[in-house]
């Protein structure tokens, strides 16, 4: 079972180490310290960051196991099951490594 990102993709490498960063320091800001730092490791900019990770997130979620996505992302109070935001992602999988619970993310090769 995974959440469908698709490995390889400069999308998934922005996106995962943008996980690892939020891991490292939750409380950093997406866009003044994570988009930035991401974009200088992995080239390009923080808009084209920003994008990349939005674009994998809606990729993955269209083919990912929607029973793991509603573990991590549950539904909303009136039971509308939407896709999360860039920073509602992060935040929410970097809090799950918190937890020690062991995501089922591919590793990065």
Do not use: H
């Not at 029973?67 to 539904?75: D, G, I």
């Amino acid at each position: 079972l995974s959440l469908g990102f698709r490995m390889g993709k400069t999308a998934y490498r922005c996106t995962f180490d943008a996980i690892c960063m939020r891991y490292e320091n939750f409380d950093c800001s997406a866009t003044k310290v994570l988009y930035p730092t991401v974009a200088k490791k992995n080239g390009g900019n923080s808009i084209q960051v920003e994008k990349a990770i939005r674009d994998a997130i809606k990729a993955a979620w269209k083919v990912g196991n929607r029973s793991l996505w509603k573990l991590y992302f549950p539904p909303k109070r009136d039971g509308e099951f939407i896709c999360p935001t860039n920073d509602e992602f992060l935040a929410r999988l970097a809090k799950a490594l918190m937890c020690g619970k062991r995501l089922r993310l591919p590793c990065v090769k």
